[in-house]
């Protein structure tokens, strides 16, 4: 069972343009929301969360906005850049056996072109 | 040094070998997680400790043993590895409390069973 769900792949997208990367959760007991961003052969690292209590963080370029009654959230790039060119996770924390597992979506692997 | 440190980086074993992957991190984390990256597959949780204390994960095969000797640092013993156990093993730790939990990870072991 995928309580996290990013149903796109990869997506390619223009240097300077926005790039719009989704994730699908099932689980209304998630309360904190994380995205992360991998390069080939390093380990993944936090770019920005969001607290179920907002529906939007910024963060500079980055931003993530959260529709809680659709179970959806979103991270926008604005001007996406090639170093931007990742794979990117989104995830959430769930409480287990007293501490905290945390389950990650498939990835969706974004190219910025330039 | 700062963060989380896998070492070593790059590993090459036989499938009658063992060898151990250490992790260590800077960060005064309470809790500490083995993850598995395959290619093509989500981020699989292997196991997690809390405050020292094994949270056991039963869908991992016993070829794999963690050890947790404190709060800042894992190990994951390897023997009788099979070809399929090929792929990144990335260590990660949490401040381990309700709220914005966020997870740091480590660059990863990248391992080659032959």
């Known amino acids: 069972d995928q309580q996290v769900k990013q149903n796109s792949p990869s997506l390619s997208v223009q240097e300077g343009r926005i790039s719009i990367l989704n994730c699908d959760y099932t689980?209304?007991?998630?309360?904190?929301f994380l995205w992360y961003k991998k390069y080939p052969a390093e380990g993944p690292t936090f770019l920005i969360s969001i607290s179920s209590i907002k529906d939007k963080n910024e963060d500079g370029r980055f931003t993530v906005f959260l529709n809680k009654s659709a179970k959806h959230l979103s991270l926008h790039i604005v001007p996406s850049q090639p170093g931007d060119s990742a794979v990117y996770f989104c995830?959430?924390?769930?409480?287990?056996?007293?501490?905290?597992?945390?389950?990650f979506g498939t990835g969706t692997r974004l190219k910025v072109l330039a | 040094e700062t963060g989380v440190t896998q070492t070593p980086r790059h590993l090459v074993m036989g499938m009658t070998n063992k060898k151990s992957l250490k992790c260590e991190q800077h960060?005064?984390?309470?809790?500490m997680y083995w993850y598995k990256q395959s290619a093509k597959k989500p981020l699989e949780l292997m196991f997690v400790y809390s405050l020292e204390e094994r949270v056991e994960n039963n869908s991992v095969p016993s070829r794999f043993s963690p050890e947790c000797p404190n709060s800042s640092h894992l190990f994951l013993h390897l023997h009788t590895l099979q070809p399929e156990d090929s792929a990144l093993y990335l260590c990660?730790?949490?401040?381990?409390?309700?709220?914005?939990?966020?997870?740091?990870f480590g660059a990863g072991s990248r391992l080659t069973v032959l």
């Open positions: 960060l005064g984390h309470n809790a």
């Open positions: 689980n209304s007991m998630f309360d904190y």
């Open positions: 995830a959430a924390p769930s409480r287990f056996s007293g501490t905290y597992k945390y389950i």
């Open positions: 990660a730790s949490s401040p381990d409390r309700a709220g914005a939990n966020v997870l740091t």
